[in-house]
């Protein structure tokens, strides 16, 4: 019989991550699910949109699998072309904030590479989005 955790008194305590492999199909778009034009946006997001979307594969390349150094500018330019209201939009573009909290973007690279002295704005404002998303 399978084991099933979270039914013990300290199953709780214990980081479980599910982890898919990511494979990538034959036609790859990288454009988010916001900007394709007279898309619907649904409620939720799929295995197969997280896996080709392109914050998935900057995951892959900076915080997921390797140990690269700590670079600043990625936050920006996450902070920038991601999570900022755009024209017309009145709120942050949850899809986007979604699958970046699926990527534990918050976890492995923004918290353990705080500065409360050295972090810039874009730092700050990521972390609060992906707290909020929680």
Do not use: C
Request: proline share 6%.
């Amino acid at each position: 019989m399978t084991k099933v955790y979270g039914t013990g008194a300290y199953d709780f305590k214990r980081h479980r991550v599910a982890e898919y492999p990511v494979e990538l199909p034959s036609q790859q778009d990288d454009k988010p699910v916001e900007s394709k034009p007279g898309s619907t946006l649904p409620s939720s997001i799929t295995l197969s949109e997280i896996q080709r979307d392109r914050l998935t594969k900057i995951a892959s390349e900076n915080w997921l699998k390797t140990e690269k150094p700590f670079d600043a500018e990625l936050v920006k330019e996450i902070y920038r072309t991601e999570l900022t209201v755009k024209e017309g939009r009145k709120t942050v573009p949850l899809h986007r904030v979604m699958i970046l909290e699926v990527s534990q973007y918050l976890e492995n690279y923004l918290w353990p590479n705080f500065d409360a002295e050295t972090a810039s704005f874009e730092h700050v404002m990521s972390m609060i989005l992906m707290v909020n998303e929680k």
